[in-house]
C-alpha cells in the first residue's frame, strides 16, 4: 500500500489566478497519474507519467499541465484558473509489477 | 472500444445482509484486469479487489467477493454482512490495454446501508 499526499485538500480560488495542486507519493513508485471528478460522476485521466521525464496526456483534454522532475513529486498546474476547472481532482500512483493504483484523498477545487 | 457500465445508481440494503453491485465491461483485449474501489464521502478512492482476467478463480478480499462471469462480461461486487461504515459510492474500473495501467472507471454506484 502507497502513502500519497496531496495538497491542498480544499482550494477556493478566483478566475484568472495560477494554481498547483500538489501530489507526493514515498514508496518509490513509478507511474503516476492525475484523474479529475466531478461530483458523483466517474473519474477521467488527464495526465499520466510512467517515470522521471515523462509525462502523456489522459484520455479527457485537459488545460492543466504536469510536470516530473522526481520520481515521487508530480504537481499538476492550471496557469489561469476558470469556473469550468471547478472539480475534485485525484491523484494515484502504481508501482512497477503491480496493477493496483493507489489514490490520494483528492483535491477539491472550486474557481469563482 | 472499452467501457465499463454501471446500470445501478443507487442501492439500499440492510446492516448484515449482503449486496450486490452490478458491473459489465466492453473489451476486445485479451488480458485485461478489473477492480472495483470505494468511494466515502470525504472523497479518497479505496481499493477493494482486483481480478484478472486469466484467473480462474473468483477473487476475494474479506467481506468482499468479486463475481466473475467472462463470457457474460460481468464482474459484480458482492459484500457480504454489510456495514454502516459500508455507505459510499462504489466504482467498477478496467485496466485498459498499452500499458501503463491506465484505469477507465463507471459511473458508480451509491450503496447506503440501513440500520
Known amino acids: 500500500e502507497a502513502d500519497i499526499y496531496q495538497t491542498p485538500r480544499y482550494l477556493v480560488i478566483g478566475t484568472g489566478k495560477k494554481i498547483t495542486l500538489e501530489c507526493s507519493q514515498t514508496?518509490?513508485?513509478?507511474?503516476m497519474y492525475w484523474y479529475q471528478q466531478d461530483p458523483g460522476m466517474e473519474l477521467h485521466l488527464i495526465h499520466y507519467?510512467?517515470?522521471?521525464?515523462?509525462?502523456e496526456k489522459g484520455d479527457l483534454s485537459s488545460e492543466s499541465t504536469v510536470s516530473r522532475i522526481r520520481t515521487e513529486h508530480f504537481p499538476l498546474t492550471l496557469e489561469s484558473a476558470r469556473p469550468s476547472h471547478t472539480s475534485q481532482y485525484l491523484c494515484?500512483?502504481?508501482?512497477?509489477?503491480?496493477?493496483?493504483?493507489?489514490f490520494g484523498a483528492g483535491t477539491r477545487l472550486s474557481v469563482l | 472500444a472499452q467501457k465499463i457500465t454501471q446500470t445501478q445508481p443507487g442501492m439500499f440494503v440492510q446492516e448484515k445482509e449482503a449486496v450486490t453491485l452490478d458491473c459489465t465491461y466492453d473489451t476486445s483485449d485479451q488480458s485485461y484486469g478489473l477492480f472495483w474501489y470505494k468511494q466515502p464521502s470525504s472523497g479518497e478512492m479505496i481499493f477493494l479487489i482486483y481480478?484478472?482476467?486469466?484467473?480462474?478463480q473468483n477473487a476475494t478480499e474479506g467481506r468482499y467477493s468479486l463475481n466473475f462471469q467472462k463470457a457474460r462480461k460481468s464482474a459484480n461486487l458482492v459484500i457480504s454482512a454489510s456495514q454502516l461504515g459500508d455507505s459510499a459510492m462504489y466504482f467498477c474500473?478496467?485496466?485498459?490495454?498499452?500499458?501503463?495501467?491506465?484505469?477507465?472507471f463507471g459511473a458508480g454506484t451509491r450503496l447506503a446501508v440501513h440500520p
Open positions: 474500473a478496467m485496466r485498459l490495454s498499452g500499458g501503463y495501467n491506465k484505469l477507465i
Open positions: 481480478q484478472g482476467s486469466y484467473d480462474e
Open positions: 494515484a500512483s502504481s508501482p512497477q509489477g503491480e496493477n493496483i493504483q493507489y
Open positions: 507519467s510512467y517515470g522521471v521525464n515523462s509525462t
Open positions: 514508496m518509490g513508485h513509478d507511474k
